[in-house]
């Protein structure tokens, strides 16, 4: 499950079926996504890595990392070492790609590409696994939903929705003001009425090669919320 937090102006479309197969939202500004799978097994999301003190000149648009792979038909760690080698023109991010086969992740804020064994991981604005409150807050009641079998699409939509706000002490300085980061700091993100978390997606993948994907999108300006949900197997 994750949330995506955005500017509340910016334009986007909800979960559905792309010309190239694959189901995932749209920014409808610069064309891309930040999660999507396809029914051939492909899956990728992707997450800012939050460094507002050094703004790249001109850089390319993250939300083609996602669409790109999606698209593509080379392997997720083929992808990923191609994108090494340029990962330096984009804004800071993580990206996670994967296939039935495997699962990995690269940033451009840290070397090397990483395969990822099986196993829970938190993910936020920082390197994967960086252990903010609200990832640790995640990744431990994601356990508890596991631990008792609570494993459904209601239930793990709860996982990421907490507001609790961090202490100062513990807020990270990521180049945003002191109001903004801590704000930032909760996992369901209003800053006034300009920025804040704009869905939730949980995703579900079967054993059976069934995949579920259910998209919350919330509008926070009039307190409204509308659920997507898209079901589709993952071909042998």
Same mark, same amino acid.
């Given at each position: 499950?994750a949330?995506?937090?955005?500017?509340?102006?910016?334009?986007?479309?909800? /979960?559905?079926k792309?010309?190239?197969?694959?189901y995932?939202g749209?920014d409808?500004k610069?064309?891309? @996504?930040?999660?999507?799978?396809? *029914?051939?097994?492909r899956?990728? @999301?992707l997450t800012?890595?939050?460094?507002?003190?050094? *703004?790249?000149?001109?850089?390319k648009?993250?939300?083609n990392?996602v669409?790109?792979?999606?698209?593509?038909d080379?392997?997720?760690?083929?992808? %990923?070492? @191609? %994108?090494?080698?340029?990962?330096?023109?984009y804004?800071?991010?993580?990206?996670i790609?994967?296939d039935?086969?495997?699962l990995?992740?690269l940033?451009?804020?840290?070397?090397g590409i990483?395969?990822?064994?099986?196993?829970?991981?938190? /993910?936020?604005n920082a390197l994967?696994?960086t252990?903010?409150t609200?990832?640790?807050?995640?990744k431990?009641q994601?356990q508890?939903?596991?631990?008792r079998?609570?494993?459904? %699409?209601?239930? /793990?939509?709860?996982?990421?929705?907490?507001?609790?706000?961090?202490?100062?002490?513990?807020?990270?300085?990521?180049?945003a003001?002191?109001?903004?980061?801590?704000?930032?700091?909760?996992?369901?993100?209003r800053?006034?009425?300009?920025?804040?978390?704009?869905n @939730?997606?949980?995703?579900?993948?079967?054993?059976?090669?069934?995949?579920?994907?259910?998209e919350?999108?919330?509008?926070?300006?009039?307190?409204a919320?509308?659920?997507? %949900?898209?079901?589709?197997?993952?071909?042998?």
């Open positions: 499950m949330n995506r937090d955005e500017f509340f102006e910016r334009p986007s479309s909800s /979960l559905s792309w010309e190239h197969g694959f995932a749209k409808l610069a064309g891309g @996504t930040w999660m999507g799978m396809h *029914p051939n097994g899956f990728a @999301t800012n890595y939050r460094d507002l003190k050094n *703004p790249k000149v001109n850089p648009t993250r939300g990392l669409k790109n792979f999606l698209e593509a080379v392997d997720p760690y083929q992808y %990923l070492k @191609t %994108l090494d080698l340029e990962k330096h023109h804004e800071g991010f993580n990206l790609v994967g039935q086969k495997g990995f992740y940033s451009n804020y840290k070397d990483e395969e990822l064994s099986s196993g829970l991981y938190g /993910l936020s994967l696994d252990p903010w609200k990832v640790n807050l995640a431990r994601l508890e939903k596991l631990d079998n609570l494993i459904d %699409l209601s239930e /793990l939509m709860q996982v990421v929705t907490s507001r609790k706000m961090d202490p100062e002490e513990l807020l990270p300085d990521t180049g003001t002191l109001y903004q980061e801590k704000h930032l700091s909760a996992q369901f993100i800053i006034d009425d300009y920025y804040g978390t704009v @939730t997606t949980v995703l579900l993948w079967k054993h059976t090669g069934e995949v579920e994907m259910l919350r999108t919330f509008d926070q300006l009039n307190d919320k509308i659920d997507n %949900l898209v079901k589709f197997k993952v071909k042998d």
